[in-house]
Nanobody, 127 residues
Framework: QVQLVESGGGLVQAGGSLRLSCAPS?????????????MGWYRQAPGKERELVAD???????KYADFVKGRFTITRDSAKNTLYLQMHSLKPEDTAVYYC????????????????WGQGAQVTVSS
């Protein structure tokens, strides 16, 4: 099995910056196959549904939610299948648990899972 481990969350003042990282651990064959997965960041604020922040395909196509455009940047290190989210100009409304996700999409993962989720990283932005 594969676990996605997020790091880099924390408490920051409004206008500040944070960088989240998501690295896979576990089955090396499944981790290698993740280079074909779409990887993304989601967030969930208290009392709200989980929502997409940004994702990036294996080919590098990126999609951002409107509420983070121009402030957040998603990148991935394909060699390590590690995902990053650089967040600037943070606002109190960005406060949420941020989750890393990897999805196989149209790729056949064989005996590996179609989807993986991290445990979440708390981001708190004070006003």
């Amino acid at each position: 099995q594969v676990q996605l481990v997020e790091s880099g969350g924390g408490l920051v003042q409004a206008g500040g910056s944070l960088r989240l990282s998501c690295a896979p651990s576990g089955d090396t064959i499944c981790i290698a196959g993740m280079e074909w997965y779409v990887m993304g960041w989601y967030r969930q604020a208290p009392g709200k549904e989980r929502e997409l922040v940004a994702d990036i395909t294996a080919g590098g196509t990126i999609k951002y939610a409107d509420f983070v455009k121009g402030r957040f940047t998603i990148t991935r290190d394909s060699a390590k299948n590690t995902l990053y989210l650089q967040m600037h100009s943070l606002k109190p409304e960005d406060t949420a648990v941020y989750y890393c996700q990897a999805g196989a999409g149209g790729y056949d993962p064989g005996l590996c899972e179609n989807e993986y989720w991290g445990q979440g990283a708390q981001v708190t932005v004070s006003s």
